[in-house]
């Protein structure tokens, strides 16, 4: 049978239009791995929240590339194992091209592992220790410091500026909180200041065991590596045996709800943060604007942090796009076009990645909490430890 030319253009035509169409609604995927419920579900709204204005504002960037953009949010309760099935989740996704998370060390390191084979792009905006990037696993970079930075950081601080002598260490058993009290331990020790205990407790409620003994050796400062929310029932409840020594933690103490919980406890308190305050980054100041407007609470360091690393894993896709010749790129593109990338015009400065996945070079806040009001108290540069 012989199609007439006229019917064969038009279906040439039709067929071209339905092409053009498919291509104009392509969908890629970014996805957050983070707590949204929970105790610490502050501080994972936070990088849902933060990615998500940055995937907005990405949006007609790869509208012009014929692409829709879109956020797909999984909650990972803070749980290793809630994680890991969530990055099974998205690994079985093939439009999710990358991840922004997790928040907490403990559920970034199995999780991250979980997408290596499916090659998705981790891109981590939180999470210290020092296994995240120690494993040398290509999809996984971020854009914060290291324990090995923090930590000593941290050390600093308790020997230089509170002259601390004697130290009391507590962790909460975590990757994140053993692994940062464990820097500060080798630090001090460097500096000459002796380490009374460095113990672990998951306790949430009642420390008064530990704070007995706290009272007995009269440590000169605490260190406790954990997350506000057991920290804050510390705090409370060390204030109220009427115990004023200065304690000291990580960034997992970077939250408004801190103070909350500990009440007149949030007093004599100092962490360093990976994070920075919105205060601290003068270019953060219209983003401050946008996330009031859209989620109608003030963004916190968690959230400026978030959205830079979205940032970074939107341009690492949007660049493996344009070079795939503006098509949907694999995860095998996207993966090296973000760890390849330079990223400059971030809230929290330029970003470039060394071979391991840590950033070259970020910046440390120590901020210091007195009378329930947070404010900065230092910043310092800092490198990996591992280059």
């Known amino acids: 049978m012989t199609v007439p030319p006229?019917?064969?253009?038009?279906?040439?035509?039709?067929?071209?239009?339905?092409?053009?169409?498919?291509?104009?609604?392509?969908?890629?995927?970014?996805?957050?791995?983070?707590?949204?419920?929970?105790?610490?579900?502050?501080?994972?709204?936070?990088?849902?929240?933060?990615?998500?204005?940055?995937?907005?504002?990405?949006?007609?960037?790869?509208?012009?590339?014929?692409?829709?953009?879109?956020?797909?949010?999984?909650?990972?309760?803070?749980?290793?194992?809630?994680?890991?099935?969530?990055?099974?989740?998205?690994?079985?996704?093939?439009?999710i091209l990358a991840v922004v998370g997790a928040l907490n060390s403990g559920v970034t390191i199995p999780a991250s592992a979980a997408l290596q084979a499916s090659h998705v792009a981790v891109v981590n905006s939180a999470s210290t220790a020092n296994q995240v990037t120690d494993r040398g696993l290509r999809n996984v970079s971020r854009i914060v410091p290291r324990d090995d930075a923090q930590g000593p950081a941290g050390a600093s601080f308790?020997?230089?500026?509170?002259?601390?002598?004697?130290?009391?260490?507590?962790?909460?058993?975590?990757?994140?909180?053993?692994?940062?009290?464990?820097?500060?331990?080798?630090?001090?020790?460097?500096?000459?200041?002796?380490?009374?205990?460095?113990?672990?407790?998951?306790?949430?409620?009642?420390?008064?065991?530990?704070?007995?003994?706290?009272?007995?050796?009269?440590?000169?400062?605490?260190?406790?590596?954990g997350v506000y929310n057991q920290v804050g029932v510390f705090l409370r409840q060390l204030r109220g045996a009427g115990l004023a020594t200065p304690v000291v933690g990580g960034d997992g103490l970077d939250s408004s709800e801190l103070s909350t919980i500990a009440g007149a406890g949030a007093n004599n308190v100092y962490f360093t943060t990976v994070s920075a305050p919105v205060e601290a980054l003068p270019a953060a100041k219209a983003f401050a604007a946008r996330y009031q407007k859209a989620f109608k609470t003030a963004p916190q360091g968690f959230a400026v942090f978030a959205y830079d690393a979205a940032r970074v894993a939107l341009q690492g896709v949007l660049s493996a796009a344009?070079?795939?010749?503006?098509?949907?790129?694999?995860?095998?593109?996207?993966?090296?076009?973000?760890?390849?990338?330079?990223?400059?015009?971030?809230?929290?400065?330029?970003?470039?990645?060394?071979?391991?996945?840590?950033?070259?070079?970020?910046?440390?806040?120590?901020?210091?909490?007195?009378?329930?009001?947070?404010?900065?108290?230092?910043?310092?540069?800092?490198?990996?430890?591992?280059?």
């Open 6 to 95: 006229r019917i064969s253009l038009l279906a040439a035509l039709l067929l071209g239009s339905l092409s053009v169409s498919a291509q104009a609604q392509a969908t890629v995927k970014i996805a957050t791995l983070s707590p949204l419920s929970g105790s610490i579900s502050n501080l994972g709204i936070q990088v849902r929240n933060g990615t998500q204005l940055a995937v907005t504002e990405f949006a007609p960037a790869f509208s012009k590339l014929g692409l829709k953009v879109q956020l797909v949010a999984f909650d990972d309760q803070a749980d290793p194992a809630t994680g890991t099935a969530a990055a099974r989740k998205i690994a079985a996704d093939r439009q």
């Open 158 to 225: 308790i020997a230089g500026t509170l002259k601390a002598r004697k130290v009391y260490i507590l962790n909460d058993k975590t990757a994140y909180g053993e692994g940062l009290a464990n820097e500060v331990g080798k630090t001090l020790k460097t500096r000459g200041v002796k380490v009374i205990v460095n113990e672990g407790t998951e306790e949430k409620s009642d420390f008064s065991s530990v704070i007995a003994k706290i009272k007995l050796q009269k440590p000169d400062a605490i260190y406790f590596g």
């Open 322 to 387: 344009k070079a795939n010749g503006g098509r949907v790129p694999s995860r095998e593109q996207v993966e090296k076009a973000v760890r390849a990338g330079t990223y400059t015009g971030l809230l929290s400065g330029t970003v470039k990645f060394n071979a391991a996945g840590d950033r070259q070079s970020a910046r440390l806040y120590v901020m210091k909490v007195m009378k329930g009001r947070t404010t900065l108290s230092t910043s310092l540069t800092v490198k990996p430890g591992r280059q």
